[in-house]
């Protein structure tokens, strides 16, 4: 008898579980449904703006503002900036002779290299990204305009040119190549330049202020000059850059260019 009771009360067990089991199926099926969804979603919240294809026409108007100091392109040299050919793939600071900020090639040496959604990263704010970088530029908080830039940039960045890419571009008759043909006088230059560090860090860091520290000769004299002649507007750089000649533009561009970024 006991055991006849024993065997009821597992069945009873057994049924009870089963029917429990089939009870919870349907809600199970959607709980994995929902999560399912959710996750799907999550990942592509979290996908870079940069792995959607771009507009590389309209990116290009938008890198329009880029050019005054990288260039890109057959022929691309360093300017204030280093040249962008070769740019996806390359290793961080590491164009040849191009005076990188301490942090910049910190980031190198750690193994990062440039892609598209790094890429996406920095341009939304450089600053925050590598802390210390020397570019001036606060930010592309412009999802849109990220894309189509990096788009671009991936339409025209083919291999580093094989010709010396810091070589200085022959001097023609733009202005201010009277002073480019100058050998600055760094001492002078440092003379000069105690009006210049009162707003430009000597360190070469960017907070809020371009910096100066170790362009290349011509770029520099040649943003000096636009000033001068009013191709750049800025009250105070005008007023600064009124009353100086050849040889001074000249030294101060020598002693810029001669110190090392920190």
């Not at 792995?51 to 022929?75: I, L, M, N, T």
């Not at 860091?205 to 004299?221: C, T, V």
Request: proline fraction near 5%; hydrophobic fraction near 40%; charged fraction near 20%.
């Amino acid at each position: 008898m006991k055991t006849q009771v024993q065997a009821l009360s597992t069945d009873n067990r057994n049924f009870l579980l089963g029917a429990r089991a089939q009870n919870m199926r349907p809600c199970l099926y959607r709980f994995r449904r929902l999560f399912a969804a959710a996750l799907a979603v999550l990942m592509w919240s979290f996908q870079p703006a940069a792995a959607e294809d771009g507009d590389p026409v309209r990116g290009e108007k938008v890198f329009s503002a880029c050019k005054s100091c990288h260039q890109v392109g057959a022929g691309a040299r360093n300017g204030i900036g280093p040249h962008l050919d070769g740019l996806f793939g390359r290793t961080a600071g590491s164009v040849p002779d191009f005076k990188y900020s301490n942090a910049m090639t910190a980031k190198g040496q750690s193994g990062f290299a440039w892609s598209a959604h790094a890429l996406d990263i920095y341009l939304e704010k450089p600053n925050a990204f590598v802390p210390g970088t020397r570019m001036s530029f606060r930010g592309m908080r412009n999802v849109n305009d990220r894309r189509d830039v990096i788009a671009y940039l991936k339409s025209v960045t083919g291999a580093a040119p094989a010709e010396d890419p810091t070589a200085a571009a022959p001097v023609g008759a733009e202005i201010g190549a009277a002073a480019m043909t100058l050998e600055g006088d760094i001492a002078y230059g440092e003379y000069l330049s105690t009006e210049c560090v009162t707003c430009h860090q000597i360190s070469g860091h960017a907070d809020g202020i371009p910096s100066i520290i170790g362009w290349p000769k011509n770029a520099f004299i040649r943003a000096l000059f636009d000033y001068k002649t009013n191709v750049r507007t800025h009250q105070v750089m005008q007023n600064m850059t009124t009353n100086l000649g050849n040889e001074e533009i000249a030294a101060l561009a020598a002693y810029f260019g001669s110190i090392e970024p920190q």
